[in-house]
């Protein structure tokens, strides 16, 4: 009896342990664009980023072919002339006035730093990305 007991408790674990295991390796998309006037831009010079920075709330496309609004998000500069990496806190459905001042001042080959970006669709789903980069041409 104390056989099929832990018989019974091991395969109990084991699909427990199987089905949060794969709702963990659940994937959402791997890559997001800004998104804005209907299209992607998939080549940002600094005209275009004054314009996506001032969107409320800037939006941006990933490959699950989604468009997603930013809610929340923390906002770096990363400068190449200097090399710095400015920090300007959190996003709330726009830029801070000062990442936004910094961006204007952005040559090619600077990047916006955008992390724990907090996104949410038409349709409600929402999705979280660690990182977002988006490079000045």
Do not use: H
Not at 23 to 49: H, I, R, S, W, Y
């Amino acid at each position: 009896m104390k056989n099929i007991t832990r018989i019974m408790l091991f395969v109990a674990v084991f699909f427990t342990s199987a089905e949060m295991t794969f709702a963990q390796t659940k994937k959402g998309p791997t890559g997001c664009q800004v998104f804005m006037d209907g299209a992607v831009v998939k080549d940002v010079n600094l005209e275009v980023a004054l314009k996506w920075i001032e969107l409320t709330p800037p939006t941006i496309q990933c490959d699950d072919g989604k468009v997603y609004a930013m809610e929340t998000f923390q906002v770096n500069f990363f400068t190449m002339k200097p090399l710095q990496n400015r920090e300007f806190g959190i996003g709330q459905g726009g830029f801070p006035l000062r990442a936004r001042e910094a961006i204007a001042n952005g040559k090619p080959g600077d990047a916006i730093v955008l992390k724990d970006v907090n996104c949410i669709n038409q349709q409600g789903d929402t999705l979280v990305i660690p990182a977002l980069s988006v490079k000045l041409k």
